[in-house]
């Protein structure tokens, strides 16, 4: 078995990670999302998560790795089959990308590249680029995530809410994450810190919402519903570390990482 230290060291390309898609009722841009993945990675990974609009029909014929979910079982669920799917085919990394479009394929290189330069790290895909076209409902909602979020991580993250982001093997095998829905993936970010002693790098991306000139299906994100949800996970996972205001003083003096070169 490879040991976590040289498992960093491999470098990784369109051949060794695999792009792992949640898909809940995505028949609206599934095919295209998966099919813009494959021109930048060899192994797409897409799981229907009890969809009932015909999402896996729409992919079906395309060479990806197809799982059904019989019933929804969240999105927590979800990433948790694409990730030991992942593990059992001997990916190294794992990009994961929503199903509605949002998130470009032609960022996933800039994603591996960063990767590359800082090995054994998390790298998020966060919307720096343009910003302003996020609703200010989310853009407060993501501030106020990354605020919470970043304490229990241990340093300054950005974008804790972004779906775009590439996980190192040493994090996506991680056992036992705790979480369900929304909540699983502000877990995961902490446990990589945590658990593995990874580090998060924001690599600058555009933010996509819906306009005159694309369309997109209506957030599953439910702002109250899940804000609530994951600041009071996050809350306790962050009391159940103790010196609390230690651990936000630590937090604070160390900056975000955002990998310019990407």
């Known amino acids: 078995m490879v040991d976590q230290i040289e498992i960093e060291r491999v470098q990784l390309d369109r051949?060794?990670?695999?792009?792992?898609?949640p898909a809940l009722n995505e028949r609206l841009r599934i095919r295209e999302v998966v099919s813009e993945a494959?021109?930048?990675?060899?192994?797409?990974i897409v799981i229907d998560d009890g969809s009932d609009?015909?999402?896996?029909?729409?992919?079906?014929?395309?060479?990806?790795?197809?799982?059904r979910h019989p019933q929804r079982m969240g999105?927590?669920?979800?990433?948790?089959d694409g990730f030991a799917e992942a593990a059992r085919m001997g990916m190294?990394?794992?990009?994961?990308?929503?199903g509605d479009g949002q998130h470009k394929a032609s960022d996933l290189p800039r994603l591996i590249a960063a990767a590359n330069r800082h090995p054994g790290a998390l790298v998020v895909g966060a919307r720096l680029k343009k910003r302003a076209s996020q609703p200010w409902y989310r853009r407060i909602g993501n501030d106020f995530g990354d605020w919470g979020i970043s304490w229990g991580c241990g340093y300054r993250v950005v974008d804790t809410q972004s779906g775009q982001r590439l996980y190192p093997r040493a994090v996506f095998t991680l056992p036992d994450v705790p979480g369900e829905g929304f909540v699983f993936e502000a877990q995961m970010l902490m446990s990589a810190s945590r658990q593995a002693g990874a580090r998060v790098v924001a690599v600058p991306v555009e933010a996509r919402y819906a306009n005159a000139e694309q369309e997109f299906?209506?957030?599953?994100?439910?702002?109250?519903?899940?804000?609530?949800?994951?600041?009071?996970?996050?809350?306790?996972?962050?009391?159940?570390?103790?010196?609390?205001?230690?651990?936000?003083?630590?937090?604070?003096?160390?900056?975000?990482?955002?990998?310019?070169?990407?």
């Open 15 to 21: 051949g060794n990670v695999a792009v792992v898609i």
């Open 38 to 44: 494959l021109q930048y990675i060899d192994h797409v």
């Open 53 to 67: 609009d015909g999402t896996s029909d729409c992919v079906r014929d395309l060479p990806v790795t197809l799982l």
């Open 75 to 80: 999105k927590g669920q979800s990433l948790r």
């Open 92 to 98: 190294q990394a794992v990009a994961t990308m929503d």
């Open 217 to 262: 299906r209506k957030s599953h994100f439910r702002l109250f519903r899940d804000l609530y949800n994951i600041t009071s996970h996050t809350v306790g996972f962050i009391l159940g570390r103790g010196d609390v205001i230690r651990e936000y003083r630590i937090t604070r003096a160390h900056p975000p990482v955002i990998d310019q070169d990407a």
